[in-house]
């Protein structure tokens, strides 16, 4: 498929995904979601990619959905909308590739529920965070209401959303909504450091770790930790660990099989 609102770069096993309609400030329409869809399932199958960074063309990461494409669209429409977006969250969310959310501006809307689908989100000094949903007479309509209060807690996501109030990126961080915050200048550089950093480490191990920690979330203690014995035991499956310990003791950098996930 070609990408007409989107540009990828692939570089040294990172890919870098940039959301381009800068005119409409990013906000994400249908053929938006397609290409999105197509472009992480071409990535997920992609070998020489090890980790995947998101952001956004210009002064904003994603300002939303757009509402202008929403705004004729019947209940049937929109319930088959909100269920396409929930579809490619949960794909970037589970797919075995770490994705990083680079983001650059306001992620708001359905830009804030993009970026929380996203392993890391690193932000810019400049950006801000919001689900503004109720001033349109709607609610998040692609996991908002489920992802916001797991990672910042009940009360303050009741805040954010039931107010449609945004919050900044100091805000943000504080209330463990992003890993960190960058001048704006740094926010790609910084990016692609901690996406090479992530990318030395052995592969397979990086997808089953993710797996185990997306599990953790939907089940008990004592189930999370038997799928981490099994995925433990897959480890040695692989050969990374002969290979991570023997670079250890050998004061060495690994060198892992390459295509390896």
Known sequence: MEYDNLVLEVEDGIALIKINRPDALNAINTATIEQLEDCFKSLSQDETVRVIILTGEGKTFVAGGDISEMR?????EARRFARRGHELLAFIENMEKPVIAAVNGHALGGGCELCMACDLRIASDRAHFGQPEVKLGLIPGWAGTQRLPRLIGLTKAKEMILTGDPIDAETALKSGLV???V???NLLHDSKVLAKKIASMGPTAIALAKTCMNR?????????AAHEAEAFGVCFSTGEPKEGISAFFEKRKAEWQKGKS
């Open 72 to 76: 004729e669209k019947s209940p049937t």
């Open 179 to 181: 890993n960190s915050v």
């Open 216 to 224: 953790s979330m939907e089940s008990d203690m004592f189930t999370g």
């Open 183 to 185: 001048a704006h200048e």
